[in-house]
C-alpha cells in the first residue's frame, strides 16, 4: 500500500442557466434522462479507474461543476455508494459539494450529509440582487440564509461562501454590505475572487462597455476584506481563500501543494506525480464513452515540476518549502532565484522563515507582478520557455 494519500474531483457540469461571466464547463437546461445518463456514465469512469489506485487512500473528494445538486438525491447516493464501492476511502476524509443557494433542498441536503460529504460550498457571490442579475445567476440574496439553515439543520458544520469581488456596478459600500451578509452567517470558510473576463462568455463580449469598479475602489474592496476577516479570525492561507482554523479547504491545499488527486467527469483534470491527465469537455462524448474521453500529457518534465511549484505554493501563505524544494530539484529556491526575489523582499512582498519564503498580505496582492519578475530572470532559464509566466 502507498502511503500517500490522493485526492478525487468530480465535475459534474450541469447548471440552470449560464452565468454571464462563466468559462467552466457547465450545460443549462439539460433534462432528467441526461442526467441520469450522465450519473450512469461517471460511475463507469469511476469502476474503471479505480482498479489502477488499489494501493492509495483517498482523504479529500470535491463534487464541483457546473451545480452538483442539480442531480437528484438519488443519483447523488449513487455517486457517493459507487465511491466507497471502489476505493478505500479514510474514515475523517473531507467530501465537499459546491451547491447553488437556489438548488439546495431537504431531500439533497440530506441525501449528500448521510451519504459522507461533510462540507458545503456555497456560490453566494453576492448580497446585492442587482449585483446577482447582472452576473446572470439564478439566485437571489434572500435564498442564501434559508440555504445555509438547511445545511445547518442535516448536520453541516463546515461551510463555505464564495463572494466575489469587481462585479459591475459594485461600490465599496455594496462589497461591505455583501461581506457583512456572508459573515453574519458565520461561515467557516470564505473564498473571495476577483471577476475575471473570460473570453467566449457574454460579459466578454460587451468587455468595453462594463461599468467595472475602477482600479482603487478594488483596491479598497481588498483592504477592506482584510480588515474584516482578520478581526473576524480568519487565517489568510492562500491568495483568494480565508478559513477559520480548522477548516482550511484540505482538498484544494492539495492543488497548491501539488499532491496527487484523480479527476472524473467531463472537463476534470487528474495529476499523479508527474502524469497529467484530463477529458474532454464534451459531454455527449463522456456519456457514450467516458474511458475513451480520457486522455494523458505526456509525464511533465522536471522545469515544468518546478515552474508549478513556484507558481502553486506560492499562493499559500506559508509558501516554499526550502528543503522540499531542494530534495526535488537539487537546489535551493532561494538560492537559485536569489537575484529576482531581492527587490520583493525589499520592497516587503516577499517574507522569508528559516525554512520557508511565502508572499506577505501585499505580496499576495501583487502576486502576478512577483511571479512575472522571478519567471522572467535569467535563473528561470532552465524552466520550460513554452510556460514562462
Ligand atoms: S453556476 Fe457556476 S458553473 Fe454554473 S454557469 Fe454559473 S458560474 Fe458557471
Known amino acids: 500500500m502507498c502511503s500517500e494519500t490522493i485526492g478525487i474531483y468530480l465535475h459534474i457540469p450541469f447548471c440552470l442557466q449560464k ?13 432528467a434522462a441526461e442526467k441520469e445518463a450522465f450519473t450512469e456514465a461517471l460511475c463507469r469512469e469511476i469502476r474503471h479507474v479505480a482498479p489502477l489506485y488499489r494501493d492509495r487512500t483517498v482523504d479529500t473528494l470535491f463534487f464541483g461543476g457546473g451545480t452538483p445538486t442539480l442531480l437528484s438525491s438519488d443519483e447523488l447516493r449513487r455517486i457517493c455508494a459507487c465511491l466507497r464501492d471502489c476505493f478505500s476511502i479514510l474514515p475523517d476524509a473531507e467530501w465537499t459539494c459546491e451547491a447553488n443557494p437556489a438548488t439546495l433542498d431537504d431531500t439533497r441536503c440530506h441525501a449528500l450529509r448521510t451519504n459522507g460529504v461533510n462540507r458545503l460550498s456555497i456560490g453566494m ?4 440582487d442587482a449585483e446577482l442579475a447582472c452576473l446572470g445567476r439564478v439566485h437571489r440574496a434572500s435564498d442564501l440564509p434559508p440555504a445555509v439553515a438547511l445545511a445547518r439543520k442535516h448536520g453541516f458544520t463546515n461551510i463555505n461562501l464564495d463572494l466575489m469581488m469587481g462585479i459591475p456596478c ?15 452567517l458565520a461561515p467557516a470558510h ?5 471577476l475575471q473576463i473570460e473570453p467566449g462568455t457574454p460579459f466578454f463580449a460587451q468587455k468595453d462597455a462594463l461599468p467595472l469598479p475602477d482600479e482603487d475602489t478594488e483596491e479598497a474592496m481588498y483592504a477592506l476584506l482584510l480588515a474584516r476577516l482578520h478581526a473576524e479570525g480568519f487565517r489568510h492561507y492562500e491568495i483568494s481563500n480565508f478559513a477559520k482554523e480548522p477548516a482550511l479547504c484540505r482538498h484544494n491545499l492539495r492543488y497548491w501543494l501539488r499532491k496527487d488527486y484523480l479527476g472524473f467527469g467531463p472537463a476534470a483534470h487528474g495529476c499523479v506525480g508527474n502524469r497529467r491527465f484530463y477529458h474532454s469537455a464534451d459531454l455527449s462524448s463522456y456519456i457514450r464513452d467516458p474511458v475513451a ?5 505526456p509525464p511533465l518534465l522536471p522545469g515544468e515540476i518546478e515552474y508549478e511549484t513556484i507558481l502553486l505554493a506560492l499562493r499559500t501563505d506559508r509558501g516554499i518549502d526550502e528543503i522540499a524544494f531542494s530534495e526535488a530539484f537539487g537546489h535551493g529556491f532561494r538560492s537559485c532565484y536569489a537575484a529576482a526575489l531581492a527587490p520583493f523582499r525589499d520592497a516587503g512582498l516577499l517574507c522569508c522563515s528559516e525554512r520557508y ?5 501585499r505580496g499576495m496582492r ?6 512575472a519578475g522571478i519567471f522572467a530572470s535569467d535563473a528561470a532559464a532552465h524552466l520550460f520557455p513554452a510556460k514562462i509566466y
Open 125 to 128: 457571490q453576492s448580497a446585492s
Open 366 to 371: 501583487l502576486s502576478n507582478t512577483v511571479l
Open 293 to 297: 474521453s480520457r486522455r494523458e500529457d
Open 19 to 31: 452565468c454571464r461571466y462563466c468559462d467552466f464547463c457547465s450545460y443549462p437546461g439539460r433534462d
Open 357 to 361: 519564503t511565502a508572499l506577505t498580505e
Open 190 to 194: 470564505l473564498s473571495v475572487y476577483s
Open 170 to 184: 459594485q461600490t465599496l459600500a455594496s462589497f461591505s454590505d455583501s461581506l457583512d451578509a456572508a459573515l453574519s
